[in-house]
């Protein structure tokens, strides 16, 4: 069955370190998205990728980073600039025709 | 721009009650509406979606929304309650400008709750 899968679901990250969040999609889609989501404030764009090799910062893009080097992934990475990463994070893929599907998430915890 | 507004961040209906939330939307082009779903610690689910076609739109576990272009809403109902419908709801437009032209543009969200 196509899909979008996010991993690992939950995780767990050192104040000063860097961390990847993987999200590969089977849907032959050619756009994808990062969200995250905090109680109370709905889904906040992070970074998005219309086409392979090429992607575009979101509202909320500081302390992030990510990659489009195949149509299946795009990775997000935490970085140490991210002063508040503690949150629920979400990926989607999308066709731009239909709508978006979503991953399941990860919950990244700072300890 | 385009922009959605969800009037109530929480809503609380009994079990076998109507369910109403509502969603308005801004936007100077035919819009793209959807409504998403999100349990707990779970991605969104595609409740329906309005794409020009017919104005009142069936989705899932029996809910409906109607698009009126009069009022610039996108309400979405079901008539009954049920606890497993606890959780959630979004609504979006699909915006068409510029760079982002494809994009989802979200609502905050309605927490619906279900008392028995």
């Known amino acids: 069955d196509g899909g979008i899968t996010q991993s690992p679901k939950y995780l767990f990250r050192k104040e000063g370190q860097n961390v990847t969040l993987s999200c590969e999609q089977n849907?032959?889609?050619?756009?994808m998205y990062w969200y995250r989501q905090d109680p109370g404030q709905g889904l906040r764009l992070i970074y998005y990728?219309?086409?392979?090799?090429?992607?575009q910062k979101g509202d909320i893009a500081e302390g992030y980073s990510v990659s489009r080097e195949k149509k299946e992934s795009f990775p997000l990475t935490v970085t140490s600039a991210q002063k508040n990463p503690t949150a629920f994070y979400l990926c989607?893929?999308?066709?731009?025709?239909?709508?978006?599907?979503f991953g399941s998430g990860t919950r990244l915890t700072v300890v | 721009a385009q922009s959605v507004t969800q009037l109530g961040s929480h809503v609380s209906v009994s079990e076998g009650a109507l369910v109403l939330l509502r969603c308005n939307y801004s936007?100077?082009?035919?819009?793209?509406l959807f409504w998403y779903v999100q349990y707990p610690n779970q991605g969104l689910q595609l409740l329906l979606k309005?794409?020009?076609?017919?104005?009142l739109v069936k989705g899932i576990n029996g809910f409906e929304a109607e698009f009126k272009k009069s009022e610039t809403s996108f309400h979405l109902t079901k008539p009954s309650a049920h606890m497993s419908d606890a959780a959630e709801y979004f609504c979006?437009?699909?915006?068409?400008?510029?760079?982002?032209?494809?994009?989802?543009?979200f609502g905050k969200g309605t927490k619906l709750s279900v008392k028995p």
């Open positions: 989607a893929s999308s066709d731009n025709r239909v709508g978006y599907t």
């Open positions: 849907l032959n889609h050619d756009a």
């Open positions: 990728s219309q086409i392979v090799n090429d992607f």
């Open positions: 936007s100077s082009v035919p819009p793209y």
């Open positions: 309005y794409t020009s076609a017919a104005t």
């Open positions: 979006a437009v699909r915006d068409y400008y510029g760079g982002s032209q494809g994009n989802l543009i």
